[in-house]
């Protein structure tokens, strides 16, 4: 199973090349909201950030948000290249969704000791973000 979200399933059935007398393989059905949900959703990106941010706080100053940003905007290329180049995503409208789900969930990590983090707004643009990126159309050409 990949990362690509499919949008919609094919109306044929996929033909094995296994050769006379093999069965014919279903089309993978389309995604549901949930599958949707998990493909956006930068897990293995977001596990890096957090390690690589807990690293920082035990070792830096907490005035030196340089550090920080740098990690955040490494976590930024990380998710587009990760699911490009590594996991073979191709839908233009999917990466792009993934990195803002990526910078939504790295905004409500941040230290509450940021002049710029409040945990209010970051708690609700979580949720919404949530809720309603897998609901995006992805039918768009790549």
Known sequence: MGRSIITAAPATTVASRAGPGSEAQAAPAADGYSDALMKLIPAEVIGVYIAMQSILINATPKSNWVAFLVVFMF?????????????KVTNKLQ??????????????MVPPECPLYNGTYAGLLLIAYTFIAPKISLDVKS
Do not use: K, N
Request: aromatic fraction near 26%; include cysteine.
């Open 75 to 87: 976590g930024v290329f990380a998710t587009y290249f990760y699911l490009r180049v590594s996991l």
């Open 95 to 108: 990466l792009g969704l993934s990195v803002g789900a990526f910078c939504v969930w790295a905004y409500s």
